[in-house]
């Protein structure tokens, strides 16, 4: 047991913590950062497996230096778990907005899948699960983002580099080149 545990931290350590700091550090603002992982957690959670990289980028193309895109990538990739739990209750919903038939999660359901024989029904609870990730959204990424914004703050204030105001005159001077 103490074994994986030392597995799982240093998994941890290296796919999460060590970029997250190597981002603070480089320099991007707390609200930058807080509004890409926002961002990177709310596409993250896009109730279609497989296409959040793809939403990921369209999102880091048009918005261009609003955000900053290693770190949209990063919290995309830690929303992974978390959406394959959000599908059902984006689903849910998307039912009761459109006041659709209800889509049952069981057994029988999912051998009509699989024979083919419940595919209309299929692509409309795709479609009730892409409307509840919609209107759910705006008050993701909002909330997310003035959850992040402190959390930023904190660790721009800790682990990032000195501004340039901050640096040292003679530390401003160009290395002089030498021919």
């Known amino acids: ?28 603002e707390p609200k930058q950062l807080a509004f890409s992982a ?4 709310t596409m993250g959670v896009f109730p279609i497996c497989g ?22 990538m990063l919290f995309n990739f830690i929303a992974t778990p978390i959406e ?12 009761k907005i ?6 049952p999660l069981n057994s029988d359901a999912l051998k009509k899948v699989f024979t083919g024989q419940a595919s209309k029904e299929v692509f409309f609870s795709i479609g009730n699960a892409l409307l ?6 705006p008050f993701v990424i909002i909330g997310l983002y003035i959850l992040f914004l402190p959390c930023f703050k904190f660790l721009v204030r800790k682990f990032g580099s000195a501004s340039p105001s901050e640096k040292k005159p003679s530390e401003l001077k160009p290395k002089e080149r030498v021919a």
Request: net charge positive.
């Open 84 to 95: 394959l739990s959000l599908v059902v209750p984006f689903l849910r919903l998307g039912e």
């Open 132 to 137: 509840g990730w919609l209107i759910a959204t």
């Open 1 to 28: 047991m103490a074994i994986s545990r030392v597995k799982l931290k240093s998994w941890f350590d290296k796919k999460i913590s060590e970029p997250l700091v190597q981002i603070v550090r480089r320099g991007a």
């Open 51 to 72: 296409v959040t990289v793809l939403l990921c980028g369209a999102a880091i193309a048009s918005l261009g230096s609003l955000c900053h895109a290693p770190t949209v």
């Open 38 to 41: 926002a961002l990177g957690i």
């Open 98 to 103: 459109t006041g659709g038939p209800h889509f």
